[in-house]
């Protein structure tokens, strides 16, 4: 049988438990692609799995992610007798630590907000005024937003027009 089909059989069935298996069958669509649109099930070899965990980066929770969602996959697999035995890796490395945030004193937070009005935007490849990085700053540690959020924050104002 096709890897292609199998997949879908096996979406279709968790589906059928009323599960949301988008993510895991995006995943799924991912690791096809990657083995090869016409792959046969009983094709799929280790190295390949291997490869595709692994991907060109560190071991990071998302390899433990798409372990789950293979293991599940080839369990099925097997239980169904398209494959004897799973090409996934007999060992799992352990997670990666989890990230521990930094919380400032007030004294280190005071020295960051006083080094904003030192700031040179043109010594960095990112253009911001003085006041604008410290109002960053304070937003980032006030609200305990990610860099990311407080910047889609920005963005959303840059959009938006101010009456005085």
């Avoid at 009323?18 to 690791?31: C, K, N, V, Y």
């Avoid at 060992?91 to 990666?96: E, I, L, S």
């Amino acid at each position: 049988m096709k890897l292609t089909q199998l997949i879908a059989q096996y979406v279709a069935f968790r589906k059928s438990l009323g599960q949301d298996f988008e993510s895991d069958r995006r995943r799924l669509a991912i690791f096809s692609r990657f083995v090869g649109e016409s792959a046969e099930i009983d094709s799929v070899k280790p190295p390949q799995v291997a490869a595709f965990l692994t991907g060109r980066e560190p071991i990071t929770g998302y390899w433990h992610l798409k372990y789950r969602t293979l293991r599940g996959f080839f369990s099925y697999a097997i239980t169904r007798g398209y494959l004897s035995t799973s090409p996934l890796p007999a060992t799992v490395p352990k997670p990666p630590a989890r990230f521990v945030p930094h919380i400032y004193s007030r004294e280190q937070l005071r020295r960051l907000l006083d080094g904003t009005a030192s700031y040179q935007k043109h010594k960095t490849r990112i253009v911001m005024e003085p006041h604008t990085f410290r109002a960053m700053l304070l937003l980032l540690y006030g609200a305990g937003l990610r860099v990311s959020e407080a910047l889609s924050v920005s963005a959303g104002l840059k959009g938006s027009h101010f009456r005085r």
